[in-house]
Structures are given as structure tokens and as C-alpha cells.
């Protein structure tokens, strides 16, 4: 019981005593996740929407991948990812191995089938004969795809909750392809398995107490905005 | 001249089956295209066809003579405006609702706002113009519907049973608002339902489409009064339509002439409107003509006229005769044989005021 408490006195004295090593770990976990959740809505809104308006051969085989994509473990992420950027592997030239651009791409392949395939079931909850019905007011298919998502706003939003959620939390991929190098490539989660690793289980809590803070704030911001349309 | 909408060999498939044939369909300018058949019978898909949402199999659409070409479907779409059985409001106000299709156009603000504020006021909805739209009650929400399409002043407007899913007295309000806002713009307008009263009261025209062929096409007279064949007459239900105008209404009790006769139904009609009289062919009773006519019978309508044609069908005899108008009966083969009825000969038909169905037109 003294641990815990330890760890939450020593959590405040991180966030509120500016400990140098904790702000920086804890912005770069902003910035990896918030860029890689960035990146896979820019993928997953337009994929999502092509899978789920799209008539082509292959659709439901290619919606049952993204689902499954969506339970993709952070290890496998993590190992192939490594595999790929490793010095000696296909994309080793690019020297991206423990580096924060490697976890960024191994979180974006995280999150991406999460936007993805929620973008999908989000679109497709809507009665698909409003999409005739703005056709037929004289919508491009642009127009018609933007009214579509501000329709589906709401899941939308929720899909990117999703995303970052899976991303801000995982530690597999970030610590195979990032190798927890202080100063460089550690980030919050991997900082807590380091602390626990070496028995400092008040820093670990404090470190887990600063990542539920900063999940709780940035879902809390996106939930006032989802709440706000709901209402409106 | 060239219609305003024509099809020509249009043939629908989905699933690889075919689903809709129109060899031929025209509507004139201002004219209003009452398209009726039962559920399945190709209706909406020969609407979705029209409105350029659905790839024909065959066939083309032409607009005042002009063939739609597939990569004009967007030009063309903007020239319509479309109504469905659900009104499908987006989730914003009803200001919205109504200024997106003229927003999809890229209209200025200024001509939004006049265009929604006078379709609103029009259609009666002025006041639920900050309302979200989902908050609309079924009437309310058709009428944000067919604000939308009238707001965008369309060459074309088609209607997919619009009134389907509302209740008798708001479908009956809407009815005779839409009947108003057709006759005062002139819309060519394309007008889907399976409900024949709905058909008489807006079409000029009535198409009968079943099992998704064309059956018939004419005016609701030709249509009702002489269908093409059994399956039409069976679907049209009425017979005998008679185009009149109320010349005095009293306690319920209307006087309708026609054909310099005069009429007597049961309405709520007042006098000086142009009227339909529909009829039953089980409603009408046949006798053979005494000297001084029919005596002691409750029945208020009595006309004298010729058996023009006799029809078996089963064990039932369709009769048609002619009173200046064709009146089609329904007797029993029995009550034939027994009557002794030809063509040609003389007979006297009676119905009660009761059995006269009245229709605005």
C-alpha cells in the first residue's frame, strides 16, 4: 500500500516539480501518437469510406482484414516492423531503427485498421438510401461523401478516440522498434517498463498516473467536441 | 415537339435479373406523370432510373429531346429534384436541410435564404426553420423534404411516394398542398405511388406499370374507364370515372353534373369544383328497362343506356354500358342468363349516392 502511495506523492512532484526527463518523455509520447493517429485517420477516413460506399469484388474479404487488423498485437506490429527497418533488412538503408519515426510507423500500422474499420461501420449504419437522396439534391460525390461524414460525425470522432487509444497505450511495438533510448525513443509506456523493470515501482506508478492524465485530456477534449454536436 | 421527359427501351436488371421494361414513357412540359402499380412492381426503380441514380441495363432518358449521357449524370441531376417515401433530413436544422441542395449548387447566401425562407413559408414550415430537423414530426419532415426539392426550382421533380408513411389526415393536408403548389408552378412532374386516389387527384397522366412492365398509359379517364387488359382492370379497382363539377353541396349531400346529367353523391365538396366521379362496377345494379323506368328504389342515380360490350370472366359478367360515358357493372353469370343480356340491348342502371366516390382534380 506505501508503494502506491509513494507513487502518487511522487507523481505530483514530477508533473508539478518539472522533472526535465518526465516532459520530455511524456511530449514525445504526444507527438509519436498524436502524429501516428494523425496519419492513420488520413488513411483510414478516405479507406474506411471506400469500404464501406464502395460496390467492388473482394470488399467483404477486404472489411474482414481491416476488422482483424483491428486486434493486430503490438508485438507482431513491433516484430515485423523491426524485421523490415532493421540495418540488414529490406528498408535497413533508411536508418529509421530506434528511432522515433519507427515507433510513429509502428503505431500508425497499429491504428490504422482501427480508424479504418470503424470508419467503415460508422458509414454504414447510415440508411444507405440517403446517400440517393443527396445524389438526387444535386450532390458531386465529394459533396455527398462530405455530407456523409458530417452525418457520421459523431462515430467518426469516436473512431479516432479508438485510434489513439490503441496507440498511446502500447508498449510491444514502441520498445522493439524504438529500444527505449533515453532522450531519444522513450516514451511513456516504455519509461513504465523500465521503472518496474528496476524495482522503482513509485516512478512507474507516477510515470502510469501521467499517461492515464493524458489519455483522460485528450479523450475528455474530443468527447466535449463529439458531446457538443451531439447536443447541437 | 419533343417531349419534355421521354424513355425510350429502358430495361433495368439487378442480380441479373430484369426487374423493370419501358419501351416507350412521355411526360409533357407541366405535365404531372402519375405512375401506379403495386409493391415490387418496378415503381422506384423506373424513379431511381429517371433520376439518373441507376444504370439502366438498355435504353436512354432524354430531357427536352436531349439524350442524358453518363457523363452528364451530374448536370443532369442538378436540373431535378427528388423526393423520397422517408424524408431523410440530415442532422442539422431545417434551414439546413432545405439550403443543401441549393449549397451543393454553390448559390450565394443571400439567394439561400430568400429561396429556404419562401419554400418554408409556402409549404407552411416557417416557424420550424431553427428546429433540428430530426425533431420534425412525419408531416413536418415531408414537408422539409419537399421544400428541398422545390427550393432548388427544378426543370423536373419526382416524387417517390412521398406519402406513404404518413397518417390519413396529414397524408390528405399534404395532398392538397402539393396539388396546389403543382398547379401554380407547372412542374414536370413524375409522381410515384399505389395509391389510385393519390393518382387521380395529381396525375394529368397515369402510367400503370406491374411486374415491372409498362401496362398502360392515358389520361386517368382512359386509364380507370378502359384498362388495357385484366390484370389492369383488376389492380384500378374503379371502372367507371366520370369528370364533373359540383353544382351545389348541402348537408353532406352533393349534386354533381356530367355529361349534361346530373349526379347525386356524398361528399364534402363545395360547389364549383372539378370533381371525379368514381364508381364500382359491384356498385352498379342493372335492370331491364319497364315501361316508365324503375320504380320504389333507394338508389338516387338511375341513367338509361345500351350493353356496348359483355365480358366472361369466371363466374362473373362484366357489362358495359354506354350512357353517353361507358358504365361498367359487375353481374353474376346467372343473373346474365337469367336477365337474358346482349350487346345492344337496352338497360337501365341504378347506384346509391353512397357508392359514388368523389375526387378533387
Redesign the interface.
Known amino acids: 500500500m506505501e508503494i502506491i502511495w509513494d507513487g502518487i506523492r511522487q507523481a505530483f512532484q514530477l508533473i508539478f516539480g518539472v522533472d526535465a526527463d518526465v516532459w520530455e518523455i511524456t511530449l514525445l509520447s504526444l507527438q509519436v501518437s498524436g502524429l501516428a493517429t494523425g496519419i492513420s485517420l488520413f488513411i483510414g477516413l478516405p479507406l474506411g469510406t471506400w469500404l464501406a460506399l464502395g460496390r467492388f469484388r473482394g470488399r467483404g474479404l477486404s472489411l474482414s482484414i481491416v476488422n482483424t487488423g483491428m486486434a493486430l498485437p503490438p508485438v507482431v506490429v513491433g516484430l515485423t516492423v523491426s524485421i523490415l527497418l532493421w540495418r540488414s533488412g529490406p528498408l535497413g538503408d533508411l536508418r529509421l531503427i530506434y528511432t522515433p519515426a519507427a515507433i510513429i510507423i509502428a503505431q500508425t500500422i497499429i491504428a490504422a485498421p482501427v480508424v479504418t474499420g470503424l470508419t467503415a461501420a460508422a458509414l454504414q449504419q447510415l ?1 444507405p ?2 446517400r ?9 460525390r465529394w ?1 455527398m461523401v462530405l ?1 456523409l461524414w ?2 457520421a460525425r459523431l462515430p467518426l470522432l469516436a473512431a479516432l478516440m479508438a485510434g489513439f487509444g490503441s496507440v498511446i497505450s502500447e508498449v510491444g511495438a514502441s520498445m522493439m522498434v524504438g529500444g527505449n533510448i533515453r532522450h531519444q525513443t522513450r516514451v511513456l509506456t516504455t519509461a513504465i517498463v523500465l521503472e518496474t523493470g528496476k524495482g522503482e515501482f513509485a516512478r512507474a506508478i507516477a510515470l502510469s498516473l501521467i499517461l492515464l492524465i493524458l489519455a483522460f485530456l485528450v479523450n475528455l477534449v474530443l468527447t466535449w467536441i463529439q458531446q457538443r454536436r451531439a447536443q447541437n | 415537339m419533343s417531349p419534355f421527359l421521354e424513355v425510350r427501351d429502358l430495361v433495368v436488371h439487378r442480380s441479373g435479373q430484369q426487374v423493370l421494361e419501358v419501351s416507350r414513357l412521355a411526360v409533357e412540359a407541366g405535365q404531372t406523370l402519375a405512375v401506379i402499380g403495386p409493391n415490387g412492381a418496378g415503381k422506384s426503380t423506373l424513379l ?1 432510373a429517371l ?1 439518373g ?1 441507376l444504370n439502366p441495363s438498355a435504353g436512354e432518358i432524354l430531357i427536352q429531346g436531349q439524350v442524358v449521357r453518363p457523363k452528364e449524370q ?1 448536370a443532369y ?2 436540373r ?3 423526393v ?1 417515401q ?1 424524408a ?1 433530413l ?3 436544422s431545417v434551414f439546413n436541410n432545405i439550403a ?2 441549393l449549397r ?2 454553390r448559390l450565394p447566401k443571400a439567394e439561400t435564404k430568400q429561396r429556404v425562407s419562401l419554400w418554408a413559408s409556402r409549404l407552411g414550415i416557417a416557424h420550424l426553420l431553427s428546429r433540428p430537423g430530426r425533431q420534425l414530426s412525419g408531416g413536418e419532415a415531408q414537408r422539409a423534404s419537399l421544400g ?2 422545390f427550393a ?1 426550382q427544378p426543370e423536373l421533380l ?1 416524387l417517390d411516394e412521398p406519402f406513404s408513411a404518413l397518417d390519413a389526415p396529414t397524408r390528405s393536408r399534404l395532398l392538397s398542398d402539393l396539388q396546389t403548389l403543382l398547379q401554380e408552378t407547372r412542374l414536370t412532374t413524375v409522381f410515384i405511388t399505389h395509391d389510385l386516389d393519390e393518382a387521380l387527384m395529381l396525375g394529368d397522366q397515369v402510367a400503370v406499370l406491374l411486374e415491372g412492365r409498362l401496362r398502360q398509359v392515358g389520361t386517368p379517364e382512359q386509364v380507370f374507364a378502359a384498362p388495357s387488359d385484366s390484370e389492369v382492370a383488376a389492380f384500378v379497382g374503379v371502372e367507371t370515372i366520370i369528370p364533373g363539377q359540383v353544382l351545389a353541396s348541402q348537408e353532406g349531400q352533393v349534386i354533381v353534373e356530367a355529361y349534361s346529367r346530373r349526379f347525386e353523391a356524398v361528399g364534402e365538396i363545395a360547389a364549383g369544383h372539378l370533381v371525379y366521379l368514381c364508381l364500382r362496377p359491384e356498385d352498379v345494379t342493372l335492370w331491364l328497362s319497364p315501361p316508365g323506368g324503375v320504380k320504389a328504389s333507394s338508389a338516387r342515380n338511375h341513367l338509361t343506356g345500351r350493353i356496348n360490350r359483355l365480358v366472361q370472366q369466371g363466374p362473373l359478367v362484366r357489362v358495359v354500358v354506354d350512357c353517353g360515358f361507358p358504365l361498367t357493372a359487375l353481374v353474376t353469370r346467372t343473373s346474365g342468363r337469367e336477365m337474358g343480356l346482349a350487346e345492344g340491348q337496352e338497360v337501365e342502371a341504378t347506384f346509391k349516392a353512397s357508392a359514388v366516390h368523389l375526387i378533387g382534380r
Open positions: 440508411d438510401r440517403l440517393l437522396q443527396l445524389l438526387g439534391l444535386g450532390a458531386s459533396q455530407a458530417q452525418e | 431511381l433520376a441514380l451530374l441531376r442538378r431535378i429534384g427528388l423520397l422517408d431523410l440530415l442532422d442539422t443543401c441542395g451543393f449548387r428541398r426539392a432548388l419526382l
